[in-house]
């Protein structure tokens, strides 16, 4: 806040309870005019350096012919109001500092409806700041996720409680999970308090195949075990065949069913029922079993692929060696025809070219019995 004089300013200000406030006078351009400090009551609690106030709260900070500082320390609610800056001119100009105290509120206190709660029912919590200046912001999380409230706001002489109710319904997974009443305030930073859910849930069952890992065989043996979670805990787990009765030999353990020596009769719907005082829940196996020798032949299948492969490639290589001696000999066979009937190509008629031919093969004989 500035004065609207053009020679004096001061500055609003705002305290926390219990905290100090420092109120500064200043002059532009003064000419040795007298500054002085007045309490909301125009009382005198500075003139220049001189505390004619008795209250030793207010100290002297600075004086000057350009300012005059002030401290009050320990500011309480009382103290709040407008302050005189005054400078004796003429005529005589005054600014203003306003100071406005912060109180911040009590501890929030939460507070929930009910204790133990039971998934899919609703709840109900509330959440109260005391006695605060201003009115404190309330806000709701659950978790990570932020939500809504309704607001109620009391006031008494300045002061404020201001309370919020948060309604919502609750699921298995909000178990163990703070719901948080975060209060926003200047005064205060990071003030909140935190209620964390119990959420009793009826059990989830799930039925785990322990043995066998594939088929399940004639003569193999089956081994079944039902995992469950609640809370409570679950007392009673039953184990049932859907639409029949479990197999008089089958071994029940707790929460395992042990059947030996597999058969067709045993095929059907195996139901593991677990409860407790929410409600129940099963999972259900389907047990169908195979011939004993059901699945062996699928490897040889792989196995007998592999050598036709194999057979195939040797053939094609073996196609394509034959394929390159045949032009080979076919190529050399043509050579050898050439040579042989050198001595007919000049002949006149068929009979000639066959003397021709074989006096070709005389010279050649001649030819060697020459060089031997």
């Keep these: ?15 926390v309870e219990g905290e ?12 040795d005019s007298v500054i002085q400090l007045l309490n909301p009551n125009r009382q005198t609690i500075y003139f220049r350096d001189m505390r004619p106030l008795k209250d030793s709260r207010f100290q002297l900070v600075n004086f000057s012919d350009n ?6 320390s320990n500011v309480s609610l009382s103290d709040e109001g407008r302050y005189v800056c005054q400078l004796y001119t003429d005529p005589p100009q005054e600014a203003y500092a306003e100071i406005t105290v912060l109180i911040p509120p009590g501890n929030p206190i939460i507070e929930a409806r009910d204790e133990v709660l039971s998934e899919g029912n609703e709840t109900e919590m509330t959440c109260t700041a005391m006695s605060s200046k201003p009115a404190a912001i309330i806000r709701w999380m659950k978790g990570d ?3 809504p409230g309704t607001l ?3 006031t008494y002489d300045k002061m404020y409680t201001v309370t919020s109710r948060l309604t919502f319904t609750v699921s298995k997974e909000d178990d163990g999970v703070p719901v948080i009443c975060i209060v926003d305030h200047p005064a205060v930073k990071d003030f909140q308090a935190q209620k964390y859910l119990e959420v009793q849930y009826k059990p989830e069952v799930k039925i785990v195949v322990e043995f066998p890992q594939g088929l399940t065989r004639e003569g193999e043996n089956l081994e079944l075990s039902c995992k469950f979670r609640g809370k409570p805990e679950p007392q009673r787990v039953n184990w049932l065949k859907v639409d029949d009765d479990v197999p008089s030999h089958a071994v029940i353990t707790g929460a395992d069913l042990y059947i030996e020596n597999l058969n067709k009769s045993y095929n059907g719907t195996y139901r593991c029922v677990a409860s407790n005082s929410i409600g129940e829940a099963y999972d259900d196996y389907t047990l169908y079993v195979y011939d004993s020798r059901a699945g062996e032949g699928a490897p040889r299948t792989v196995d007998h692929a592999v050598i036709g492969g194999v057979v195939a490639v040797v053939v094609f290589a073996m196609l394509c060696l034959l394929i390159v001696l045949g032009r080979y000999f076919a190529r050399h066979k043509g050579t050898y025809f050439t ?21 070709g093969h005389t010279n050649s004989d ?6 031997i």
């Design 1 to 15: 806040f500035f004065s609207h004089f053009q020679n004096l300013v001061t500055d609003n200000v705002t305290v």
């Design 20 to 31: 100090m406030a420092i109120i500064s006078c200043r002059v532009k351009n003064n000419d």
């Design 67 to 72: 300012e005059l500082r002030v401290s009050l």
């Design 145 to 147: 996720k932020e939500l």
């Design 152 to 154: 109620v706001e009391l």
């Design 339 to 359: 040579h042989e009937a050198k001595g007919a190509d000049d002949a006149a008629d068929a009979d000639t070219a066959i003397i021709n031919a074989e006096g």
């Design 366 to 371: 001649e030819k060697k019995e020459y060089y």
